[in-house]
């Protein structure tokens, strides 16, 4: 099933040469969708486009059998890329506020893009191989929250019947050609909060007759910082950043309002009602002392769920890819506190769901800065002007661990 995948690696690379060197931002993935819709038509799925905005999803019947949800993420990100590599991006775009901004695939969807493809074409190749129903997923609009969503309110859930299963993958700064697996939760919750501070403005040198919002500001973002420490316990894990920060606009003018940006992630519902309790109440409270004219407005602008992984499901992938890699390239995942939507799908249809991460940068090089304690400043992560995966063998990788997973859950073809 998997030999013809060599002979098609060239075809693959050239796809994600091209993705990679033209990035669109959530929920501008035109010209991304129309060259992965044009693929799958060619490999006989029926195409439906347009799906939660530039969404793309193929349907391949191929007879009696489950339904089997395989999902790949299509968005970049507003980054400018610093790589060096001959297919750099150097596109910009306008942003959703009207800003003109640099694009790229910070984060690997243009790898992820290219692995269901290659999945698609495998499996489509190879109906003898299988019976049931295949749903090939291409979201936009992962990086804002809202992709999932959109594509579930579309109506991706009824194309092809409920799905048996939702699988899903993500590329990592691990060693390339590394799969890592992990029951139950494995990315964390994500909450986005703009805090708008109403402070009193006036002259830079009269402060005695102002409510300084930058003090203000800068009394919040220090106590924010006693939430993890002082109020989460140390065998649970949370991570509150302040990411934003907007005041004034001269030097020698006291502004009157502030705007702060706050994300935070868990893993636990618990400490996340914990930590969103808590920065409302230091907010609040630093304010009050301040003596604001008018209380902080704080505003939800974005959230993501846990990324969870069914038990049992989980176990059996983690099985047949250490039958298909070998068991030294199959590890344990660890948790990871970036978020994705992916488990929208499973959630919203009632299903097993699983997501597990592939390695993709050069493995000396990621086993070497480990060994010298220097993975976090030697390897760039995802998100990084810096980051790039490895083509090979990240590539190969990533198309068989999709062939093998909805393999493993499509029926057996009838024997005739």
Not at 396 to 412: C, F, P, Q, R, W
């Amino acid at each position: 099933m998997l030999a013809p995948l060599a002979d098609r690696l060239a075809d693959l690379e050239a796809l994600y040469l091209d993705l990679h060197s033209h990035p669109e931002l959530s929920f501008a993935e035109t010209r991304t969708a129309a060259e992965l819709a044009r693929r799958l038509s060619d490999a006989g799925f029926e195409v439906h486009t347009g799906v939660g905005g530039t969404g793309v999803v193929g349907v391949l019947r191929n007879g009696p059998g489950p339904t089997v949800l395989l999902r790949a993420d299509i968005d970049a990100l507003p980054v400018e890329e610093k790589t060096g590599l001959p297919y750099a991006s150097t596109v910009r775009a306008t942003a959703a506020d009207g800003t003109e901004v640099p694009v790229m695939h910070a984060c690997g969807h243009d790898m992820h893009a290219t692995w269901l493809s290659g999945a698609a074409d495998l499996l489509a190749g190879g109906r003898e191989n299988w019976s049931g129903t295949l749903l090939a997923v291409f979201q936009p609009g992962e990086e804002t929250g809202n992709g999932a969503g959109g594509m579930i309110r579309d109506g991706v859930l009824e194309l092809a019947g409920k799905p048996a299963i939702v699988l899903g993958q993500h590329v990592v700064p691990g060693p390339a050609g590394w799969v890592l697996t992990r029951p139950g939760v494995i990315m964390a919750a994500t909450d986005a909060l703009r805090i708008v501070l109403h402070g009193r403005g006036g002259h830079g040198s009269r402060p005695e007759t102002t409510v300084d919002p930058v003090v203000l500001a800068a009394s919040i973002i220090l106590k924010l910082q006693t939430i993890v420490a002082r109020e989460i316990a140390a065998t649970e894990s949370a991570v509150v950043t302040v990411a934003s920060v907007h005041i004034g606009t001269a030097n020698n003018v006291i502004a009157d309002q502030g705007v702060l940006e706050v994300n935070i992630r868990t893993f636990d519902d618990q400490v996340r009602q914990k930590v969103l309790a808590a920065v409302h109440r230091i907010v609040l409270g630093e304010a009050e002392t301040a003596g604001v004219p008018k209380p902080p407005e704080i505003t939800d602008i974005g959230s993501f769920a846990v990324t969870s992984n069914d038990e049992t499901a989980n176990g059996e992938l983690t099985d047949v890819f250490r039958e298909h890699f070998g068991v030294e390239r199959v590890v344990p995942a660890p948790l990871v506190t970036g978020s994705e939507d992916f488990s929208e799908f499973g959630r919203a249809a009632g299903v097993p769901s699983v997501f597990w991460l592939v390695g993709g940068a050069d493995a000396e090089a990621v086993l070497t800065a480990m060994g010298a304690g220097r993975f976090e400043t030697d390897i760039p992560s995802n998100h990084s002007p810096l980051y790039a995966p490895v083509l090979h063998p990240t590539l190969s990788t990533g198309v068989e661990t999709l062939v093998t997973g909805a393999l493993k859950y499509l029926a057996a073809p009838a024997i005739g």
